[in-house]
């Protein structure tokens, strides 16, 4: 077990706040700073708020303070109502697009209740706790609203997960007599069967000039360790394989050319083999006769040819106009077809359809994601509850076909955890495998970190502990709804496609996410930064290719766990493979230098750039975004 000991901001006790509102769209509420047939708790007293209509908007409580990017913060609010109902407490943009950031939904009765929501602010400009109610005409009491900042790394650690058992793990609290700062501990968590207990990397500072010799600060700490039982799911435990690095290729028959670094999972989606696709008419997939069913058994055939392991994931959904309604707005226009964002007006249509591919592709296509960016309303415009309906179907129909089969989804871009979050509502959980994330790495890769932390998160609120998240949608183009992308259109100096691939694939595998799937091989979204992994001859990978190559043969076989998660911009990961105990370190932020004197076992060290190994000469080693691997003798990479 690794744990990593850094200097990190400290954090202020709980603040107790008020709630004000926010209406807007002709939604109609009462509210009442102070609600005497609410009662008191703890000598305070309640505040309430009803909800009467909604309009063509709606109303919701907000709290004054101001949320900071990728900041970390836990909200609590006692609540009771006078009817039983459901409330959601989130973290949210103030301007447009308006996107929810973390989401707790909470059952909420006549008795009083506390809700607690814990998130990072992964959104680039500010935002506020909010809380809306679902029904109209029930008085909602709320009382003792506190805000409190929070170190980062305890979001969506695994450690942070509840009723868990079965896994010794010590953690020293650690105190500091500096009183700008107090040491305190990242991520810890157990991969494997371990590999020694390093405790402390020395303190951070900023990387020297050339001419400068490092010092080091010489806090005095005392510390005790306490020792939590703790049981990890089995996604936490497993070793990288390669089903983990995957790829979209989109271009098959320009060229028939497999990736040079074989990757272990493909999926379909920009192939030409939607739902809309195989059948655009009602009655039979025409297998022998169509051109996109073709291109489906020739997308299968090719993946299974070059790798017979590969993992192929096939993105069910996108309505046929035929099978559908006509959309107002025709999807907002989209070129996959007019009605492809809507329900299917009879459900046997749809299980048809599911029912002739997993048949079809029995044994070769494993893996079935239930629709597209089901958040987005131009994939999808038919409601969470309804995505539920879809996922019960799809579940008993490939279940039933092969029992192996894995039903992943619906998948969601890194706005669409509010749909998420109604959707495991509905109940739709309970028929997925695996829940499925378009989070791209982007340029600022601490946004894209911190949103897959906000989804475990909730997901583990939700009793799905055990439900691991699969990035089936990534790139390193920048993400023009999270992200300010003005940078990356100017041609600033920001952080390199290769870098933020690097940092990506590794952050992801250290968060125990289950597939990274890049999109794509060839490349897509040059406007945002975007590259292809591949020259335009189709054979000779490009620099982001070589990276992904490269940071690929440092994780392959191993247990990748996250020890240090800091504002700092410091990220610290540990690798262990086949005994060797290895570490990776890069930064988001200013270059640090890191005294690496204490741990005599690491002689070597390669930068994720080219993977030429140096040896290791001083007792400092310069983290930068470009991410260091620091590793043993003997450490395959």
Request: aromatic residues 10%; contains cysteine.
């Amino acid at each position: 077990m690794l744990l990593g000991l850094s200097a990190v901001l400290a954090y202020a006790a709980p603040v107790e706040t008020r709630w004000t509102v926010n209406s807007w769209g002709g939604s109609s509420h009462v509210f009442a700073a102070a609600d005497a047939a609410c009662g008191v708790r703890d000598g305070k007293p309640s505040t309430s708020f009803l909800l009467k209509t909604r309009g063509t908007g709606d109303t919701e409580l907000i709290m004054p303070t101001l949320l900071g990017q990728n900041q970390a913060y836990e909200v609590s609010v006692w609540l009771k109502a006078d009817k039983p109902t459901k409330v959601r407490l989130f973290f949210r943009r103030d301007g447009a697009h308006y996107e929810t950031a973390a989401i707790q939904t909470a059952n909420v009765t006549t008795s009083w209740k506390q809700v607690k929501l814990k998130g990072i602010y992964a959104l680039n400009t500010v935002g506020k706790v909010r809380l809306g109610i679902e029904d109209f005409n029930i008085k909602l009491c709320l009382n003792g609203a506190t805000l409190e900042e929070v170190v980062p790394s305890t979001v969506g650690s695994i450690l942070s997960i509840a009723n868990v058992q079965d896994l010794v793990v010590t953690i020293p609290n650690v105190n500091t007599i500096t009183p700008e700062v107090k040491l305190g501990l990242g991520d810890n968590v157990v991969g494997g069967s371990g590999g020694g207990n390093f405790s402390g990397l020395g303190n951070q500072t900023a990387a020297p000039k050339p001419t400068t010799t490092p010092t080091t600060n010489k806090a005095t700490t005392t510390t005790k360790t306490t020792t939590t039982t703790y049981s990890l799911p089995a996604y936490a435990t497993k070793t990288i394989d390669n089903k983990f690095f995957g790829v979209h290729i989109n271009k098959l028959g320009v060229h028939s050319t497999w990736p040079s670094f074989n990757p272990g999972s493909i999926r379909l989606w920009d192939t030409g083999t939607t739902w809309a696709n195989l059948q655009p008419y009602k009655g039979p997939i025409q297998w022998s006769s169509s051109a996109h069913a073709r291109r489906l058994d020739m997308y299968v055939d090719y993946a299974l040819r070059n790798n017979p392991d590969v993992q192929i994931i096939y993105t069910l959904g996108m309505t046929p106009e035929w099978a559908g309604t006509k959309h107002a707005k025709a999807c907002n226009g989209s070129s996959y077809g007019r009605s492809v964002c809507t329900m299917p007006v009879n459900l046997d249509d749809w299980r048809n359809y599911v029912r002739s591919v997993g048949t079809r592709y029995k044994g070769k296509i494993k893996v079935w994601e239930l629709w597209n960016e089901a958040d987005y309303w131009g994939f999808w415009d038919g409601g969470a509850e309804n995505m539920a309906t879809l996922a019960r179907i799809t579940y008993q129909e490939l279940k039933a076909i092969d029992p192996n089969n894995k039903v992943i989804g619906p998948n969601i871009t890194g706005s669409g955890i509010t749909f998420l979050s109604r959707f495991l509502a509905a109940g739709g959980g309970s028929y997925t495998d695996a829940i499925s994330v378009h989070v791209y790495v982007g340029r600022s890769t601490d946004l894209s970190t911190n949103i897959l932390r906000n989804i475990r998160a909730m997901l583990d609120n939700h009793d799905l502990v055990n439900v691991p998240i699969w990035n089936t949608e990534t790139n390193i183009s920048c993400n023009s709804v999270l992200e300010d992308c003005k940078p990356i259109q100017a041609g600033a100096n920001i952080t390199s496609a290769e870098d933020a691939l690097a940092q990506g694939v590794i952050s992801n595998a250290a968060l125990k996410i289950s597939d990274f799937n890049f999109y794509t091989w060839e490349g897509a979204s040059p406007l945002y930064g975007g590259k292809p992994m591949v020259e335009s001859n189709y054979a000779t990978p490009t620099a982001l290719g070589r990276v992904y190559g490269i940071v690929k043969s440092w994780l392959i076989g191993s247990h990748v766990d996250y020890v240090q998660f800091e504002s700092n911009g410091l990220n610290q990961v540990r690798v262990e493979k086949n005994g060797k105990v290895a570490l990776v370190f890069w930064t988001t932020k200013a270059n640090l230098s890191l005294d690496v004197s204490k741990q005599p076992t690491l002689k070597n060290f390669a930068y994720a750039g080219d993977n030429f190994t140096q040896k290791l000469t001083s007792d400092f080693i310069e983290v930068k975004q470009t991410p260091v691997l620091l590793f043993p003798d003997g450490f395959e990479k």
